[in-house]
């Protein structure tokens, strides 16, 4: 069974901290992504990465940067959280051909 | 341009009957395209994929892709209260290290 494992359900962070959010796949997927879903909005892309150190901005990077040191890993950074990064976190990876990617369950991040 | 539309509902239909859930795009590269369903608090779970146009079948889920209308189809057969969820459609380009474009998701109620 497919499994993409996001370290916490739920983060209460403040105003100002460093926040990490991991993330990690036991499929052996070279490709792994992490999107935001907030209410009327969807989700829309923050990072992905296509192999080990590789990382590729999406469409909504700003605020935020990522690390990918091993192939099953693949970390979101908040460098300096704000509330408008209160959302829900959603990691998923996905093989080389891309053709179907798989979410972990995500991360109910609230910044105060 | 990478965009996907989708109704957000809610859809509320009686159990037993069929449920249509649908989506256009407007980028005609996109080549692989998806189905999610997504409780409430969890991460979106992939029900199916096809590729180009065409039907797929999954037991009681057939997905339909017409590329020529840039149209793409859920069809629920004999609803039950449990497929009550928010239905995700995505497309991607596929062959490569690329982002998955979503619809905002459809809220569906299958009513006992």
């Known amino acids: 069974d497919v499994k993409v494992t996001q370290s916490s359900r739920y983060l209460v962070k403040r105003t100002g901290e460093k926040v990490f959010l991991e993330c990690v796949q036991d499929m052996d997927h070279e490709n792994m992504f992490w999107y935001r879903q907030d209410p009327g909005l969807g989700l829309r892309l923050i990072y992905f990465s296509y192999d080990v150190k590789m990382k590729e901005k999406g469409d909504i990077p700003e605020g935020y940067s990522v690390s990918r040191e091993k192939k099953e890993r693949f970390s979101l950074i908040l460098e300096s959280a704000s509330t408008n990064q209160t959302s829900m976190y959603l990691c998923a990876s996905s093989s080389q051909m891309n053709t179907e990617a798989f979410f972990g369950q995500g991360t109910r991040l609230t910044v105060v | ?112």
């Open chain 2, 1 to 112: 341009q990478k965009e996907v539309e989708q109704d957000p509902g809610p859809l509320s239909v009686p159990e037993g009957a069929i449920v249509s859930l649908n989506c256009t795009y407007s980028n005609s590269a996109f080549q692989y395209f998806m189905w999610y369903r997504q409780y409430s608090r969890k991460g979106p779970e992939l029900l199916m994929y096809t590729y180009s146009s065409g039907n797929k079948e999954d037991g009681r889920f057939t997905a339909q892709v017409d590329k020529s209308s840039k149209y793409i189809s859920l069809f629920i057969r004999d609803s039950q209260p449990s497929d009550s969820a928010t239905y995700l459609c995505a497309a991607i380009f596929g062959g490569g290290a690329d982002g998955l474009t979503f619809g905002k998701g459809t809220h569906l109620i299958i009513q006992p």
